[in-house]
């Protein structure tokens, strides 16, 4: 053959293949941090947001792409945005929690936050990473499946982002600084919201959101809990939600009327608009099944049928009451990994670090506090200090002095942690960190504790998702309790809720190398790392 005709095959060839070969795109978007007054409960503050939305935009990108999101921080808080759930397999610089990646981006500073979506698709969450500006600094990550690869469940007609906050009328950093200053808890928030609307309240009314549907439509629910601290019940009257994925990883659909869902944590649920017509509500109201205090106000938002006719009055529901430990039990053990050949469940089999942390309060001396003491969050007795140079970059350029290597990965003074707790409640300070070696398998038993009061606390693991293969009540029994474990289809996430007065264990495999992720957990009301 010539060469030219060589050439125009190659040529041709390449024209017929190339439309099957997508080139990975780049996503850019542009978040500027602006002040934005805003009214809610009838009052007005000015608040900081993104692009002056509260919730803040849609960040869509597909799975094998790369997203660039350009921050310009307009306001006078230093900020920093975590891509909450997204793997940042090599891009630990992206992640984004204050002092343990980056160092915060300061008013008037700019930041390019880079990274690639892979192996993952479905709904995450991203918001702001430092104090509590989080409350109205966040908004949905939508990964779509690659071109050409269905959803492992019928497509649905339509899809509708559905966002839960928290709002207070006060400014939240204020309320921050209270606790921070009397050591007493925080206050809990005015309402919750959906897509930023709260309900009507005493001496305000309010609609709320409306989800517009159509009579036979099916429509793909993408629902963020973006709340501070409250695990939250949805429900809609008259209908039953299938949930398809959670925090980005499919799941065996299963039906449900109501979805428990905690902070940080995504669900993806199909509705099927199958009444006729009429208006229905759609609401969220806190669990909480200890003595801790919640915002017990229902935010309350619409289902409405397009052939709806006017003054129809709405079809109510009941929500579960808060306390119903029983209703979240029977949500959780209904998720399972959905382990089809095209996406298996690789469980971790044999464990090369067995680790078990303690989590709960405990209470330090503070000599600025009314009291002299502050109740604090620790893992393993060891209450994080935040340095002031960041983790990652202490690890990268090996600072010395900025952390210890010596995090206990097993307590180091066994109790009864669900019985009566230590007499002495004071936990260590430091900045410690426990080391994985790369592609090795890790077991951790996260056991609740019972000091001042047993209380349920979301867990977030930055970097990766692990499988929950067990839960329990009470005290973890390492004899008989492994035997409860599901190794074949145990749900994959990224964030959970240890149980009020029981245990949690999850396996991971530590293949996201260079990096320092940190433990998330929020005690009290207040966001601490461990190490
Ligand atoms: C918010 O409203 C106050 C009072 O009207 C005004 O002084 C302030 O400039 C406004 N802030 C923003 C960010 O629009
Ligand atoms: C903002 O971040 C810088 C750099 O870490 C730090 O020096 C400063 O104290 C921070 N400001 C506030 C108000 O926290
Ligand atoms: C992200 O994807 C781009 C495009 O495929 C690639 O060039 C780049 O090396 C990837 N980055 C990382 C950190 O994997
Ligand atoms: C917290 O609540 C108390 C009691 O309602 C109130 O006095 C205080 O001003 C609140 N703090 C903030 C920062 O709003
Ligand atoms: C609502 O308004 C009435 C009349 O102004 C007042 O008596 C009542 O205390 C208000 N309730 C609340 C919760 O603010
Ligand atoms: C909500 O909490 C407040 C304060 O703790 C309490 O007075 C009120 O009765 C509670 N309301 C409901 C509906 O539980
Ligand atoms: C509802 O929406 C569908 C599709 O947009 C339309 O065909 C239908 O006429 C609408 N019904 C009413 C009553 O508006
Ligand atoms: C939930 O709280 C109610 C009211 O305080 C109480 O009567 C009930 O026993 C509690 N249920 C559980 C399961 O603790
Ligand atoms: C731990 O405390 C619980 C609750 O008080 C009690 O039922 C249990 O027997 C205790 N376990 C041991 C080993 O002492
Ligand atoms: C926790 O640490 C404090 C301070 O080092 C110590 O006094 C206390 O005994 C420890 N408690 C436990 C249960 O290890
Ligand atoms: C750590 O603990 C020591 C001893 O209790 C205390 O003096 C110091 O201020 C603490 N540091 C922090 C950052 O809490
Ligand atoms: C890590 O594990 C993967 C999968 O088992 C394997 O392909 C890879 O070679 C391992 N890498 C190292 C450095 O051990």
């Not at 080139?23 to 978040?31: G, L, R, S, T």
């Not at 602006?34 to 939305?53: D, F, S, Y």
């Not at 950093?173 to 005015?190: E, F, H, I, K």
């Not at 003074?413 to 300070?429: D, F, R």
């Amino acid at each position: 053959m010539a060469s030219w005709v060589r050439s125009v095959v190659i040529l041709v060839l390449a024209m017929v293949l190339f439309p099957m070969m997508v080139e990975p795109k780049v996503w850019h978007y542009k978040f500027n941090v602006v002040m934005k007054n805003m009214t809610r409960l009838c009052e007005t503050k000015p608040v900081v947001t993104i692009n002056g939305k509260f919730p803040g935009p849609t960040l869509y990108a597909r799975e094998d792409d790369q997203v660039i999101v350009r921050i310009v921080n307009n306001v006078q808080h230093n900020i920093t945005i975590h891509w909450h759930g997204v793997r940042q397999l090599r891009t630990g610089w992206s992640d984004g929690p204050a002092y343990v990646t980056q160092c915060p981006i300061q008013s008037g500073e700019r930041y390019h936050y880079k990274f690639n979506v892979t192996g993952q698709r479905g709904t995450l969450l991203w918001h702001a990473h430092i104090t509590w500006l989080r409350a109205t600094v966040h908004g949905a990550i939508v990964i779509l499946p690659k071109h050409g690869v269905p959803y492992p469940f019928p497509k649905p007609d339509h899809e509708k982002i559905i966002i839960f906050g928290e709002w207070w009328k006060s400014d939240v950093d204020a309320v921050m600084q209270q606790w921070m200053q009397t050591g007493m808890p925080p206050n809990v928030s005015d309402a919750h919201t959906i897509n930023g609307y709260p309900g009507p309240v005493p001496n305000c009314s309010s609609t709320g959101y409306t989800l517009h549907v159509e009579a036979g439509k099916t429509y793909l629910l993408r629902i963020v809990n973006a709340a501070l601290n409250e695990d939250l019940f949805f429900k809609i009257a008259n209908h039953k939600l299938t949930v398809v994925e959670v925090d980005a990883c499919y799941v065996k659909p299963f039906k449900t009327d109501t979805i428990y869902i905690a902070p940080g944590q995504t669900t993806n649920a199909l509705l099927t608009a199958d009444q006729t017509s009429g208006k229905y509500l759609m609401a969220i109201s806190p669990f909480m099944d200890t003595i801790v205090a919640v915002d017990n106000q229902t935010a309350i938002s619409s289902l409405r049928y397009n052939s709806t006719k006017p003054y129809t009055p709405i079809t109510l529901t009941a929500l579960p009451a808060v306390n119903a430990t029983s209703a979240t039990n029977l949500y959780i053990e209904s998720l399972r990994s959905l382990n089809s050949p095209k996406y298996p469940a690789r469980v971790p089999l044999d464990i090369d670090h067995s680790l078990m942390f303690v989590v709960g309060v405990g209470v330090n001396p503070c000599a600025t506090c009314v009291n002299g003491s502050r109740v604090v969050a620790g893992v393993n007795n060891v209450t994080f200090v935040m340095p002031t140079t960041a983790l990652l970059q202490a690890h990268y350029f090996n600072i010395s002095g900025v952390f210890t290597d010596d995090f206990p990965g097993n307590p180091v003074t066994p109790y009864n942690y669900t019985g009566t707790p230590p007499t002495n409640m004071q936990l260590t300070n430091g900045t410690k960190v426990y080391r994985l070696a790369y592609n090795s398998t890790v077991q951790v038993v996260i056991q609740g504790n019972a000091v001042i009061a047993p209380e349920s606390h979301p867990i977030h693991l930055h970097g990766f998702n692990f499988f929950v293969v067990g839960k329990g009540m009470g005290n973890y029994d390492p004899e008989n309790d492994p035997k409860t474990f599901n190794l074949v289809d145990p749900v994959e996430r990224n964030t959970l809720n240890v149980p009020t007065s029981g245990w949690t264990v999850i396996r991971f495999t530590a293949d996201n190398p260079g990096t320092v992720y940190g433990f998330c957990i929020v005690i009290w009301k207040y966001t601490r790392h461990g190490g």
